[in-house]
């Protein structure tokens, strides 16, 4: 095993993490801005039903990017607050631990706000 090697990898994957994390908050506000344009779209066109599928669609991929890096974004914040753990062995199976759950927790199903699953299925079948 080369040492220095080794280290040298894990620094450089430690700064990796670090420059991507910096960066979502400029990837967010560009996929809300991509959001906004959607939607102003929505409410000052005309727009027919096959331009309303493609318009869904897109506004579907935009949704789904946004979740991701939300989620990118809360997993680096529990990282964050715990990667001074890195340094103990012992502490560094809680850091998993913590981030796992986090990861679970974000992947479970979305709770309405306002409305019901019925009335949203009510939306899609009139």
């Known amino acids: 095993m080369n040492i220095v090697e ?7 994957k430690l700064n990796e993490i670090d420059s991507y994390n910096s960066s979502l908050p400029q990837q967010l506000s560009i996929i809300d801005k991509k959001q906004q344009d959607i939607l102003h779209l929505i409410e000052s066109q005309k727009i027919s039903a096959f331009e309303a599928y493609r318009i869904i669609k ?3 991929q935009v949704r789904i990017e ?11 914040r529990v990282y964050d607050e715990n990667k001074n753990k890195l ?5 560094r199976q809680f850091l998993l631990h913590e981030v796992c759950k ?6 479970t199903e979305y709770k309405y706000q306002e409305y019901t699953k019925e009335e949203l299925e ?4 009139w």
Not at 6 to 12: F, G, P, Q, T
Not at 67 to 75: A, F, H, P, Q, S
């Open 6 to 12: 080794e280290v040298k990898e894990v620094i450089s």
């Open 58 to 60: 897109e506004l579907r």
């Open 66 to 76: 946004r979740r991701k890096i939300k989620n990118d974004m809360e997993l680096l």
């Open 87 to 91: 340094s103990s062995n012992e502490n």
């Open 102 to 107: 986090k990861e679970k927790n974000l992947n």
């Open 122 to 125: 009510s939306i899609i079948k």
